[in-house]
């Protein structure tokens, strides 16, 4: 009888077994599951977010820009002609750094290098690379892809009205386009965000391109991607 009390002292019919506690680390087990997913959706939907308003800042700015400038949106950094004056991203000849962004004409409207960079693009990036400044490229059409010399950019006016400006380019550095401030539309976007990526628009807003959309829209000429002003398909 003493023994048996003992054993009720030590331990209280109200305690845990072990079959039930196995049982609720298996429910919360379970219901972190079916949470993660949805949480990775809401860090996704919020690095989304902070593009879209980086990219719609950018844009901005390069109206400023253009408002003060005649009608030209800045010189969109196009390695291949060399002029001498800034360009939205950098001063040509300035060391590529993430400081370097000071030397481009946007930094007087935008004043901050996180507005250049999307939060999920880290690196680490290779020496001489314009990807340490920068997570988004500006379209080569700006300048007609290097014909419209020495002109360093088309007017505003020029572009239809949904002409993509600027996009999140393509983050791996193997594929070689990160050597300057622009871009090709045919030399790809990001994959950063799985499912697509945001394109600045002319007017200042900013678009939530699929990447199926991105596809289609490269397929058209001219089209908002292709909308170089001088040529009859955009190219």
């Known amino acids: 009888m003493a023994l048996r009390d003992s054993i009720r002292r030590c331990c209280p ?18 219901l972190i599951g079916l949470l993660l997913p949805s949480l990775q959706r809401a860090r996704e939907q919020s690095v989304r977010v902070h593009c879209s308003n980086n990219l719609r800042q950018i844009m901005v700015g390069s109206l400023g820009y253009s408002a003060e400038s005649h009608g030209y949106l800045p010189y969109p950094d196009w390695a291949l002609v060399q ?5 939205w991203l950098y001063l040509p000849g300035t060391t590529f750094t993430a400081e370097a962004v000071q030397t481009g004409v946007l930094w007087p409207w ?24 920068t997570s988004y490229l500006m379209n080569g059409a700006v300048c007609g892809f290097g014909r419209i ?87």
């Open 13 to 30: 019919a109200n305690a845990f077994s072990l079959v039930e506690l196995l049982v609720v680390i298996g429910i919360i087990a379970l």
């Open 83 to 87: 002029y001498t004056q800034a360009g």
């Open 110 to 133: 935008l004043r901050s290098q996180n507005i250049y960079r999307c939060k999920l693009d880290i690196g680490p990036f290779p020496t001489g690379s314009a990807h340490l400044m």
């Open 149 to 235: 010399v020495p002109t360093p950019s088309f007017k505003v006016q020029k572009f239809r009205p949904d002409a993509v400006i600027f996009f999140e380019a393509d983050e791996r550095e193997d594929n070689g386009l990160w050597n300057d401030g622009s871009n090709f539309p045919s030399e790809g976007t990001t994959i950063r965000h799985n499912r697509g990526s945001s394109v600045a628009m002319i007017d200042g807003h900013v678009e939530w391109y699929t990447a199926k959309t991105y596809a289609i829209k490269l397929n058209i000429g001219p089209g908002p991607l292709w909308c170089a002003p001088d040529t009859i398909d955009g190219h």
